[in-house]
Nanobody
Framework: QVQLVESGGGLVQAGDSLTLSCAAS????????IHWYRQAPGLRRELVAS???????YYLPSVKGRFTISRDYAKNTAYLQMNALKAEDTGTYYC????????????WGRGTQVTVSS
């Protein structure tokens, strides 16, 4: 069992930055694929960024160059640094892990709200 707790969301203005954190507990963090998803009201949840256990990184094209995914193994925490935020980045951001590299999410966090005012 893995517990994921996101933090760092908030209300910001367009152009501002935020860093989301995802603290993991329950099992070792280093061998997981880490994902950040977001969901805006009325829209489907979408994958924003991923980092595999091997270090392969993916970004949604609309956030590439503005967002950075990373993890601190010592703290068992993943991060999503978000710069130059836009109104369309508004949504609930979820941390998720794939524990065995199958491509499916095994555990989800409860999410943290990010609201960007234009």
């Amino acid at each position: 069992q893995v517990q994921l707790v996101e933090s760092g969301g908030g209300l910001v203005q367009a152009g501002d930055s935020l860093t989301l954190s995802c603290a993991a507990s329950g099992r070792t963090f280093s061998s997981y694929d880490i994902h950040w998803y977001r969901q805006a009201p009325g829209l489907r949840r979408e994958l924003v960024a991923s980092e595999s256990s091997y270090g392969t990184i993916y970004y949604l094209p609309s956030v590439k160059g503005r967002f950075t995914i990373s993890r601190d193994y010592a703290k068992n925490t993943a991060y999503l640094q978000m710069n130059a935020l836009k109104a369309e980045d508004t949504g609930t951001y979820y941390c998720a892990v794939d524990c065995d590299g199958t491509g499916s999410v095994d555990f989800w966090g409860r999410g943290t709200q990010v609201t960007v005012s234009s």
